[in-house]
């Protein structure tokens, strides 16, 4: 366990003894600070849009799948691979054929995208995003279909999302029911 800044454990969320490096795909939820809807304008989408692009750009491990930029989350199925051979185009300080595990990915991600929200806010230094992040690995086809079919789904069920800090019972009976 990881001890946190005023001398706290953090428990781990992560499946313990697991390689996050290893080849797979993963199902990722990260959220922002205080559940703040800060991505409800085009420019602010658009900001998470292309740094998560980024990491798929950036890491030849890396390949992107299904993704969604909600108001104050981001879902996304993202896999990694064995390495190619050929070029890296990861950081000269990483060992050759090092795979970065997928904390460290969502880590860049979370590190490219605060930069450029808090560039357009004015806010250096602000953070953006909660501390963690969940993740699933998945581990069939079937299951994969249905986190991708979830994406697909997840902005007209934002009426309903326990992330939306306005939803109401209200507003899940309405969309449920809207006679």
């Not at 003894?17 to 991505?39: D, H, M, P």
């Not at 995208?113 to 995003?129: D, H, M």
Request: aromatic residues 10%; neutral net charge; glycine residues 6%.
């Amino acid at each position: 366990m990881a001890a946190d800044t005023d001398g706290r454990h953090r428990r781990s969320i992560r499946l313990p003894g697991y390689n996050y490096a290893s080849a797979g795909a993963y199902f990722v939820t990260i959220v922002t600070k205080q559940r703040e809807c800060l991505f409800t304008d085009d420019a602010m989408q658009t900001i998470v849009d292309e740094s998560w692009r980024w990491v798929g750009e950036q890491y030849d491990h890396v390949e992107l799948d299904y993704y969604v930029v909600m108001p104050n989350h981001l879902h996304a199925i993202l896999s990694i691979s064995e390495p190619r051979r050929g070029g890296s185009r990861t950081a000269p300080t990483e060992p050759q054929g090092a795979l970065k595990p997928l904390g460290r990915l969502i880590g860049a991600f979370k590190t490219v995208s605060t930069q450029r929200v808090n560039a357009l806010r004015n806010t250096p230094g602000a953070p953006v995003w909660q501390r963690d992040f969940f993740d699933r690995i998945i581990r069939n086809e079937a299951e994969l279909n249905r986190i991708r079919q979830y994406i697909l789904d997840n902005p007209a069920n934002w009426n309903l999302d326990p992330e939306n800090p306005v939803a109401t019972l209200e507003s899940a009976a309405a969309a449920l029911f809207p006679c």
